[in-house]
Nanobody, 117 residues
Framework: VQLQACGGGLVRAGDSLRLSCVAS????????VGWFRQAPGKEREFVGA???????DYADSMKGRFTISGDSVKNTVYLQMNGLKSEDTAVYYC????????????WGQGTLVTVSS
């Protein structure tokens, strides 16, 4: 599985941004596909994931402003981020795992989101 994330950039506080993750190498069927992020000097943290065919889970701290959706035909998962804050500045990684494990074993290269205050 190869994961290609894109959509990061420099935005202002309060703006919205949508990240995309395109998977290749296999279909998402029964896989979990989601997002982690890592802010400067901090540990990686789970953002949320979609569990095909459609259940979605978020970290408690991400609920409300972040929305994950997916397009199984395009093998693409999206992360819509609204009301961005400076503390959302991080590298966002697209991740995936098969249903046989709870560990995300496939990681994309990351896309940087910088929120200026």
């Amino acid at each position: 599985v190869q994961l290609q994330a894109c959509g990061g950039g420099l935005v202002r506080a309060g703006d919205s941004l949508r990240l995309s993750c395109v998977a290749s190498g296999r279909t998402f069927s029964r896989f979990a596909v989601g997002w982690f992020r890592q802010a400067p000097g901090k540990e990686r943290e789970f953002v949320g994931a979609i569990y095909w065919p459609g259940d979605i889970d978020y970290a408690d701290s991400m609920k409300g402003r972040f929305t994950i959706s997916g397009d199984s035909v395009k093998n693409t998962v999206y992360l819509q981020m609204n009301g961005l804050k400076s503390e959302d500045t991080a590298v966002y990684y697209c991740v995936s795992r098969p249903p046989t494990t709870t560990t995300y074993i496939y990681w994309g290269q990351g896309t940087l989101v910088t929120v200026s205050s």
